[in-house]
């Protein structure tokens, strides 16, 4: 809960989905105070961030898991971190 009894809730859909009528129904239906609802796409960034996420908790940290296009630009001199 948030200061002053706010909630804050993020959702995520499939692209293309809007969620935001069928959730400002349910609020209301429950009675409770919806102070905003928006949308927001994916960045890339984001994609990117979880995609380290996911690969860590794969414990996949050694370079032998790299997709082969990231190891062969390494070799090639394209791709330095």
Same mark, same amino acid.
């Given at each position: 809960?948030?200061?002053?009894?706010?909630?804050? !809730? $993020?959702?995520?859909?499939? #692209?293309?989905?809007? @969620?935001?009528?069928?959730?400002? =129904?349910?609020?209301? +239906? &429950?009675?409770?105070? !919806? $102070?905003?609802?928006?949308? #927001?796409?994916?960045? @890339?960034?984001?994609?990117?961030? =979880?995609?380290?996420? +996911? &690969?860590?908790?794969?414990?996949?940290?050694?370079?032998?898991?790299?997709?082969?296009?990231?190891?062969?630009?390494?070799?090639?001199?394209? +791709? &330095?971190?």
């Amino acid at each position: 809960m948030g200061v002053g009894g706010e909630t804050r !809730v $993020l959702l995520e859909a499939d #692209r293309g989905s809007d @969620l935001r009528e069928s959730v400002f =129904r349910e609020c209301v +239906a &429950r009675g409770w105070t !919806v $102070l905003e609802l928006s949308s #927001r796409q994916a960045t @890339l960034e984001d994609v990117f961030v =979880r995609l380290l996420a +996911a &690969r860590d908790a794969e414990g996949a940290e050694k370079p032998d898991d790299l997709p082969a296009a990231v190891e062969e630009g390494e070799s090639r001199g394209e +791709a &330095r971190s």
